[in-house]
């Protein structure tokens, strides 16, 4: 079982930065994979990044290519995205989700409560 929180969410204005972080509880986090997806108002959930257990393998959207960066400490059980140039486009809400896999791939088991992202014009 895995228990997930997302904090560092807020209101930055377009061309600005925002890191979200993703406190997981429980052990053996470097076995799993871990990702964010993000809902906007009125769509659906998408898958935004995605990393491997250990690290070494990425994986993100078209949409955020170049502007967001997922990494991980494994070491404090924690995964990041860091966000730059953000878009109004970017604003949702953005959780944190886990699979106990090697892979990255689009279904995960255990998710956060989402953080609010907010991207004013």
């Known amino acids: 079982q895995v228990q997930l929180v997302e904090s560092g969410g807020g209101l930055v204005q377009a061309g600005g930065s925002l890191r979200l972080s993703c406190a997981a509880s429980g052990r053996s986090f470097s076995s799993y994979v871990m990702a964010w997806f993000r809902q906007a108002p009125g769509k659906e959930r998408e898958f935004v990044a995605g990393i491997s257990g250990s690290g070494g393998s990425t994986s993100a959207a078209d949409s955020v290519k170049g502007r967001f960066t997922i990494s991980r400490d494994n070491a404090e059980n924690t995964v990041f995205l860091q966000m730059n140039s953000l878009k109004p486009e970017d604003t949702a809400v953005y959780y944190c989700?886990?699979?106990?896999?090697?892979?990255?791939?689009?279904?995960?088991?255990?998710w956060g409560q989402g953080t609010q992202v907010t991207v004013s014009s």
């Open positions: 989700a886990a699979r106990r896999s090697r892979y990255i791939g689009m279904e995960y088991d255990y």
